[in-house]
């Protein structure tokens, strides 16, 4: 009878690390979740990944945002994947995504291999945080070890897409109120704003700036000259929504301080950048800093991407695992 309890006991105690490792985290999410079930899963995603930004390097700008208005809208879960079907109305139609959301083939890829490897493990709330640091890294960024095990939900909300994304065109207190709504802080959003560093945006997105900023008619102050000159070469008074210009013009492909060192100069392409420098003295001292130490933005990148991925995630039982990311499974 003794060695049966000491087997039990034995046998407990070799569990019960396993046990502590899913509540690690905040008790939801931890590194290595799938390292029985699916080994390879991180490899698959970065090598899609690498692929996907060596044939388009615009493409690591698309995954990184995809997470951000994913976890934007309730929670880290994948919604923003769903097309629309049955009671299903895709936020892909949202306001902040029609027409500028992209990358969807690029997790469809992704999926679609891990699923050949380890059909029903890996879900697509986790493909999208994995994609967004690694196409931070292929670009010249910080890297950071990504807690994993969030499950995908079975429906999305457009209005939360509309209402909780912040807009370009947002002034600094509505933008600071939508990141708070997360349970993030001034500084988190200073430093994932730093994710502008790579990518472009579209003419539709920036118009008012050049030319009818407070409904005067008259452009953005605050706009230096020569570059909102330049802006204005690129993006008519009317037509050519779809335009594309870099949203940041030293170094648009490669992942870096040169976004704040913008603000700095007042050469921010957006209003939502560019306000984080003009418009509070708690984050225009953030901006300088981040502009004077690129390794301090990095380290506050990383953790501030941990965090915005802990934003409400399906885990246990809730939610699914889809086997296309697209829709749920039936």
Not at 57 to 75: K, P, Y
Not at 114 to 123: A, Q, R, T
Not at 169 to 180: A, E, G, V, W, Y
Not at 303 to 312: D, L, P, Y
Request: proline share 4%.
């Amino acid at each position: 009878m003794a060695r049966i309890t000491s087997f039990l006991l034995l046998s407990l105690l070799c569990f019960l690390p396993l046990c502590l490792c899913h509540k690690g985290y905040g008790g939801k999410l931890f590194p290595g979740f799938y390292a029985r079930s699916c080994p390879q899963a991180e490899e698959i995603v970065r090598s899609v990944v690498a692929k996907a930004v060596a044939r388009e390097t615009r493409m690591a700008a698309s995954l990184l945002r995809l997470h951000f208005h994913d976890c934007f809208v309730q929670g880290c879960d994948g919604s923003l994947l769903l097309d629309s079907s049955g009671g299903i109305v895709s936020e892909k139609s949202s306001n902040p995504n029609s027409k500028s959301a992209r990358g969807f083939e690029v997790v469809d890829q992704i999926k679609a291999q891990l699923e050949k490897e380890c059909p029903g493990i890996v879900s697509c709330a986790d493909v999208l945080t994995l994609a967004a640091r690694d196409s931070t890294v292929i670009s010249g960024g910080p890297s950071w070890v990504v807690p994993l095990g969030r499950r995908d939900s079975r429906s999305a909300s457009l209005s939360g897409s509309n209402n909780n994304i912040p807009a370009p065109n947002n002034t600094f207190q509505t933008i600071l109120s939508r990141f708070n709504r997360q349970g993030l802080d001034v500084t988190d959003l200073v430093a994932l704003s730093g994710s502008h560093t790579i990518g472009f945006s579209r003419c539709t997105s920036f118009r008012q700036r050049l030319y009818n900023q407070n409904g005067d008619g008259r452009p953005d102050m605050t706009l230096e000259q020569s570059f909102a000159a330049n802006l204005r070469q690129r993006c008519p008074r009317s037509g050519g929504d779809q335009i594309l210009s870099k949203l940041d013009m030293v170094s648009a492909a490669r992942f870096d301080n040169s976004y704040f060192r913008n603000l700095v100069q007042n050469m921010g392409l957006l209003n939502s950048d560019q306000v984080l420098f003009s418009s509070n003295d708690q984050s225009r001292e953030l901006v300088k800093k981040y502009a004077e130490d690129q390794g301090e933005f990095f380290r506050q990148f990383a953790q501030s991407m941990i965090k915005m991925g802990n934003i409400s995630p399906l885990t246990g039982s809730s939610g699914e695992i889809r086997k296309n990311c697209r829709k749920i499974n039936s």
